[in-house]
């Protein structure tokens, strides 16, 4: 330990003794041995999950679940942690999905890395709030710091910022609302912050591939512009938005009398891994004037991978991105970040409140993060799980586990596609691989996937994720894990067709 730091004995008697009495849960120098006795008991469950959870899921049914919870009094408190850890272990621990294990390979959910778990040890505890500087001095620069090493992964230069998110879903609300309104703005000098929507934002269109992610359909309603202003991209043979009906799309929606403000692109598709063409929509976004969103939440991954960076080329002419930190930098839950090519135009999210940052407030001298969030104020310091990634591990690991996770996928789709008992869909630019199972004496190819999908579900020896495509189910691996091997994924296969040959028998 630094020897800075003073032990807690030192401590002790460094600070005048209270008598706390009944406030002996407040955080607070007396308590230090509360606090420290109460975190080293709860990472004794840790140690439980990791060492004793051998499957990803127990397979516990929600009825059972649900009757277990509804069981609780929590109107009686319990006397001491073991009760509460018990207690917790039985409802939660036991039957929580474990991302780390290699038999999960559902949802995108990456396992998490230890330099972040002993950064959010600080997050929690010392509780900063990002929103500004007299709540967070070192955070908020800190933070800033962050923003710009990501904005040049991506390629932008210094005129760049943004600001740290609860996840993809908000960051791309953010990529949204900026484009409408400095649409609104540069067009008809209209001011929707102040003012609200025009008569014109009716008739906004805004062109996403329709494999992109629901959180634009959300978005958009939620901005008042409606679902209906969300056009949909058909998808060319690999699931990337196909610019030539792109091009057709924005014409046709011009010919109706709609308004195109912006695109999304998608840099990693949920379900299939795939990136849009992101050199060819810069150059339809340019040719009409628009704004270019990308929502790289998955696809990130790649900005660091000097084997696959090319994947994102183009990125570096759009507008905005999204970063799911969460997603692809192997970070604990939330993570995520809004980023802008031109930090002038953030301006346009910008709220004075005369308690946090009043307008005579100099952002130089005093800066706030809460000026360029939309959606939350008070706002946790997550960013300082990346700073002690980034320290302790260095990007070019965070690089190495990435490249590992693709390259498992490329063998695992070859492993699928030549065994006759698999279709494969696609070959992933990530690591998502959606397919199904088959049995040339079985017609409903759906129910059989279906059946599969949930023996596996309700033994909980295995995770894995499904879509469905052309209105036929399918399975969906998402490999997130780079400590997953290749004969991990041979027994996964191999399991999958062992239930799919009980299909008969047990219906
Ligand atoms: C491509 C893409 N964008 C956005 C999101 C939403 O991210 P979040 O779940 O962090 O809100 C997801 C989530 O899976 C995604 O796959």
Same mark, same amino acid.
């Given at each position: 330990?630094?020897?800075?730091?003073?032990?807690?004995?030192?401590?002790?008697?460094?600070?005048?003794?209270?008598?706390?009495?009944?406030?002996?849960?407040?955080?607070?120098?007396?308590?230090?041995?509360?606090?420290?006795?109460?975190?080293?008991?709860?990472?004794?469950?840790?140690?439980?999950?990791?060492?004793?959870?051998?499957?990803?899921?127990?397979?516990?049914?929600?009825?059972?679940?649900?009757?277990?919870?509804?069981?609780?009094?929590?109107?009686?408190?319990?006397?001491?942690?073991?009760?509460?850890?018990?207690?917790?272990?039985?409802?939660?621990?036991?039957?929580?999905?474990?991302?780390?294990?290699?038999?999960?390979?559902?949802?995108?959910?990456?396992?998490?890395?230890?330099?972040?778990?002993?950064?959010?040890?600080?997050?929690?505890?010392?509780?900063?709030?990002?929103?500004?500087?007299?709540?967070?001095?070192?955070?908020? @620069?800190?933070?800033?710091?962050?923003?710009?090493?990501?904005?040049?992964?991506?390629?932008?230069?210094?005129?760049?910022?943004?600001?740290?998110?609860?996840?993809?879903?908000?960051?791309?609300?953010?990529?949204?609302?900026?484009?409408?309104?400095?649409?609104?703005?540069?067009?008809?000098?209209?001011?929707?912050?102040?003012?609200?929507?025009?008569?014109?934002?009716?008739? @906004?269109?805004?062109?996403?591939?329709?494999?992109?992610?629901?959180?634009?359909?959300?978005?958009?309603?939620?901005?008042?512009?409606?679902?209906?202003?969300?056009?949909?991209?058909?998808?060319?043979?690999?699931?990337?938005?196909?610019?030539?009906?792109?091009?057709?799309?924005?014409?046709?929606?011009?010919?109706?009398?709609?308004?195109?403000?912006?695109?999304?692109?998608?840099?990693?598709?949920?379900?299939?891994?795939?990136?849009?063409?992101?050199?060819?929509?810069?150059?339809?976004?340019?040719?009409?004037?628009?704004?270019?969103?990308?929502?790289?939440?998955?696809?990130?991954?790649?900005?660091?991978?000097?084997?696959?960076?090319?994947?994102?080329?183009?990125?570096?002419?759009?507008?905005?991105?999204?970063?799911?930190?969460?997603?692809?930098?192997?970070?604990?839950?939330?993570?995520?970040?809004?980023?802008?090519?031109?930090?002038?135009?953030?301006?346009?999210?910008?709220?004075?409140?005369?308690?946090?940052?009043?307008?005579?407030?100099?952002?130089?001298?005093?800066?706030?993060?809460?000026?360029?969030?939309?959606?939350?104020?008070?706002?946790?310091?997550?960013?300082?799980?990346?700073?002690?990634?980034?320290?302790?591990?260095?990007?070019?690991?965070?690089?190495?586990?990435?490249?590992?996770?693709?390259?498992?996928?490329?063998?695992?789709?070859?492993? !699928?596609?030549?065994?006759?008992? @698999?279709?494969?869909?696609?070959?992933?630019?990530?690591?998502?691989?959606?397919?199904?199972?088959?049995?040339?004496? !079985?017609?409903?190819?759906?129910?059989?996937?279906? @059946?599969?999908?949930?023996?596996?579900?309700?033994?909980?020896?295995?995770?894995?994720?499904?879509?469905?495509?052309?209105?036929?189910?399918?399975?969906?691996?998402?490999?997130?894990?780079?400590?997953?091997?290749?004969?991990?994924?041979?027994?996964?296969?191999?399991?999958?067709?062992?239930?799919?040959?009980?299909?008969?028998?047990?219906?």
């Amino acid at each position: 330990m630094n020897n800075n730091l003073i032990s807690s004995e030192e401590h002790s008697n460094a600070v005048l003794p209270h008598n706390l009495g009944n406030f002996e849960n407040i955080f607070h120098p007396d308590n230090y041995d509360h606090y420290r006795n109460a975190i080293n008991t709860t990472t004794d469950l840790v140690q439980e999950f990791l060492y004793r959870n051998k499957k990803p899921f127990s397979g516990i049914e929600a009825k059972e679940m649900k009757e277990k919870v509804r069981q609780i009094d929590l109107d009686q408190k319990l006397s001491n942690y073991d009760e509460l850890l018990a207690e917790v272990d039985d409802i939660y621990v036991k039957h929580a999905t474990a991302f780390h294990l290699p038999q999960y390979v559902a949802h995108l959910n990456c396992p998490v890395v230890i330099p972040a778990l002993a950064g959010e040890i600080l997050v929690s505890a010392i509780n900063s709030s990002q929103d500004t500087y007299d709540q967070s001095a070192g955070g908020t @620069f800190m933070e800033r710091k962050l923003i710009d090493w990501t904005a040049k992964q991506i390629g932008y230069d210094v005129n760049s910022d943004g600001v740290f998110t609860a996840g993809g879903s908000q960051s791309n609300l953010m990529g949204l609302v900026m484009m409408r309104d400095c649409f609104s703005q540069k067009r008809y000098n209209h001011n929707i912050k102040m003012d609200g929507l025009s008569p014109e934002a009716s008739r @906004f269109r805004i062109f996403v591939s329709d494999k992109s992610h629901f959180s634009n359909l959300k978005n958009a309603s939620i901005m008042g512009l409606g679902e209906k202003s969300i056009i949909k991209v058909p998808t060319d043979d690999r699931f990337r938005m196909d610019i030539s009906l792109l091009k057709k799309y924005i014409k046709r929606e011009e010919q109706l009398g709609n308004i195109p403000i912006g695109i999304v692109a998608t840099a990693g598709t949920t379900d299939f891994g795939n990136v849009d063409p992101l050199e060819d929509i810069a150059d339809v976004a340019e040719q009409y004037n628009i704004w270019m969103h990308v929502d790289a939440a998955y696809g990130c991954a790649l900005l660091l991978s000097e084997k696959y960076r090319d994947l994102l080329n183009g990125i570096e002419r759009a507008d905005s991105v999204t970063i799911d930190y969460h997603k692809s930098f192997f970070q604990p839950i939330s993570s995520s970040a809004f980023i802008v090519k031109n930090k002038k135009e953030l301006l346009i999210l910008k709220h004075h409140a005369d308690y946090l940052n009043p307008k005579e407030m100099d952002e130089e001298e005093i800066p706030a993060q809460i000026n360029k969030s939309i959606t939350q104020s008070t706002r946790r310091f997550d960013a300082l799980k990346l700073w002690f990634t980034l320290r302790m591990m260095g990007k070019e690991q965070l690089a190495e586990y990435t490249d590992t996770v693709i390259d498992l996928t490329k063998d695992t789709a070859s492993m !699928i596609s030549e065994d006759p008992d @698999f279709e494969l869909l696609s070959d992933s630019d990530l690591s998502v691989l959606v397919f199904r199972y088959i049995r040339s004496d !079985i017609e409903d190819t759906n129910a059989l996937n279906q @059946f599969i999908k949930m023996k596996l579900f309700y033994s909980g020896e295995i995770l894995v994720a499904s879509t469905k495509v052309n209105g036929n189910f399918y399975l969906k691996f998402t490999l997130l894990n780079p400590i997953t091997t290749t004969e991990d994924i041979h027994q996964i296969l191999t399991t999958i067709k062992r239930h799919g040959k009980d299909f008969n028998t047990e219906k």
